[in-house]
């Protein structure tokens, strides 16, 4: 275990590496009414962009998490921040849809590596009595760039133009890797080591934990990339907001949602210290966050102005609650040894809701002409979130993985 002040140091690292990954990924959303208009796309073709970046993100995470577990997570880290930013500064260049589509893959297969990385130094370095600090902070991170992409993005794009604004992002971007080259991250561990258990990739898939987490960080994932990708179109062409009264909506919804997120990590730990059950809390929080899902969804495309408002600052101050779980639930229950590999596969399954979410929504308002239809799916969505969370994820507490490999070679010998 690291000192506490080295751990502080690389949680507050990764938390900004998070921070800039979804200022980076998020600009396309605050642009996507001027990019519309300027290189003349359709619906279809923006919630195509929207999902391109899924198309990088998802399928590279367990190789990233496979390569933070082989070669350490600062090396993969550290290539993963130079590839996206790389990305995100070449968008200000993008000449049309081919162009656009190209860099939303490339940007996704650089920011793969943020989750699986951050998980993997996380589970090695904090005790699980302090992991709902540690991720409701790494949540403030990654929930707050959209906040800030959406509010510095949106006045500087209505000043100097989208393209600037990619061009500068990116470039800043880049700055976050000096600090975390002079960080000292120790985390290559030996499989040599005799106290050491490094389950196989094939124990870990057949985990029924890793798949109701999977499941229920899919329908997490869905309504947050439902509202994240389409809120800035949604409020400037159904509701009629102007491109300010958008910035300033959407950013302090966004706002609220990290300080949601950052507050409930800090209640669980104090909850967990007092003597409550981990499994009982995060349980009861995923399960009322889909509740309050399937009534804010509705609410939100029902309603007039206010009224939708008041559900989407609701439904975001809600799901703020989750968000530390998501990651402290694979942290406690993988552990140093496979963390970064569990939550390589369970965010790439979370993640398939950024390929299917903003693409249906897409194709949704193009065939009907109102978000009626995809707010009704969002809502419906939340379902397979409680069946995920609160039925299928067993008791959360750290598996045994000795155990279990005992067992599987038990089995093994018997069947041979």
Not at 347 to 358: E, F, Q, Y
Request: net charge positive; aromatic share 12%.
């Amino acid at each position: 275990m690291l000192d506490p002040r080295r751990a502080t140091r690389l949680v507050l690292l990764v938390t900004a590496a998070v921070f800039i990954n979804y200022i980076d990924r998020g600009n396309l959303s605050t642009a996507a009414p001027l990019i519309q208009d300027e290189l003349h796309l359709s619906p279809s073709q923006l919630g195509l962009l929207f999902s391109a970046f899924y198309f990088g993100y998802v399928p590279c995470m367990p190789a990233t998490g496979w390569l933070a577990e082989r070669f350490g997570a600062k090396l993969v880290l550290g290539a993963g921040v130079t590839l996206w930013s790389l990305a995100t500064l070449c968008t200000g260049f993008a000449s049309g849809f081919g162009m656009l589509l190209a860099l939303r893959v490339l940007l996704g297969i650089g920011e793969s590596v943020a989750f699986p990385c951050a998980s993997k130094v996380l589970a090695n370095n904090v005790p699980t009595e302090s992991l709902g600090v540690a991720n409701g902070f790494m949540s403030f991170g990654y929930l707050l760039g959209p906040a800030v992409g959406t509010l510095l993005g949106g006045y500087l794009m209505g000043w100097v133009g989208w393209r600037a604004v990619f061009i500068a992002f990116g470039a800043l971007s880049l700055l976050w890797l000096w600090p975390w080259k002079n960080a000292v991250v120790e985390d290559i561990e030996s499989p040599s080591t005799p106290s050491l258990v490094i389950p196989p990739m094939a124990e870990i898939l057949s985990q029924r934990a890793l798949w109701g987490a999977s499941l229920g960080h899919f329908a997490s994932n869905y309504g947050y990339y439902f509202i994240i990708s389409w809120l800035p179109f949604y409020l400037v062409k159904a509701r009629g907001f102007s491109l300010a009264l958008m910035t300033e909506t959407a950013s302090w919804a966004y706002l609220l949602n990290a300080l949601s997120a950052l507050a409930m990590g800090w209640v669980i730990d104090r909850w967990i210290r007092s003597g409550g059950s981990a499994n009982v809390i995060y349980k009861t929080t995923m399960g009322v966050t889909h509740l309050a899902g399937v009534v804010c969804m509705v609410a939100m495309v029902a309603l007039p102005i206010a009224g939708s408002v008041t559900a989407l600052f609701v439904f975001l101050a809600i799901s703020g609650c989750s968000y530390p779980g998501l990651f402290a639930i694979p942290q406690i229950m993988a552990g140093p040894r496979a963390a970064g590999r569990w939550v390589g596969i369970q965010n790439a399954a979370g993640n398939v809701a950024g390929l299917v979410a903003p693409a249906i929504t897409g194709v949704l308002v193009e065939q009907t002409g109102h978000f009626d239809v995809a707010f009704a799916l969002a809502a419906a969505v939340n379902i397979l979130g409680m069946i995920g969370w609160v039925v299928m994820l067993p008791k959360i507490a750290p598996l045994n993985w000795r155990a279990t490999a005992q067992v599987a070679h038990e089995k093994s010998v018997a069947m041979g």
